[in-house]
């Protein structure tokens, strides 16, 4: 029986040996240069601006204005955003966007995205501070989130701080 296989010249084996070495070659750039680029540190995100949008039914509309901070030396492509706020522990407000855009490396942009709170967490937020009877009131805040997409997948961050609320 005769085998189906061509009989390989030394020409053909040495352009295949060829395209092996090639191929091994771009594969290990690629693995060196992934490993130098080390684990990503988180992005900074602080709230710039909060802007009323009005009461509409049982919700209040609002457009929030974020600051998100690259600290990395590798722009980041995102591609949707997803925010949630708590004030005093509570579930204050959410949001999302798709936009989509690119956080220059050591850099920062400004991303804007609408939030939706329920009329009732505003009202029981209010209450809380209008029963408290002492001076000013510190209230804790977090705004937590995740930004899409791009090269490296989903980014998490969060912030948290305080609000000094003077009494009225």
Known sequence: MQSMLPVSSPSSRRSLLAGFAASALAAATLLSSCAGMGKLEKIKVTVASVESL??????ARFVVKLRVQ??????????GLAVDMELNGKPLASGVSSDKGTLPRFGEAV????????????????????????????????VKGKIGGGLFGT????????????RM
């Not at 690259?70 to 591609?79: E, G, K, M, V």
């Not at 991303?111 to 939706?116: I, Q, Y």
């Not at 980014?155 to 003077?166: D, W």
């Open 54 to 59: 009005g009461v509409h039914g049982l919700e």
């Open 70 to 79: 690259n600290p990395n030396d590798i722009s980041l492509d995102y591609d």
């Open 111 to 142: 991303v804007t995205l609408p939030l939706t709170v329920s009329t009732v967490a505003l009202l029981r937020q209010a209450s809380e501070l209008v029963r408290d009877k002492g001076g000013q009131k510190e209230v804790p805040y977090l």
């Open 155 to 166: 980014v998490e961050f969060h912030q948290a701080g305080v609000l000094a609320i003077p």
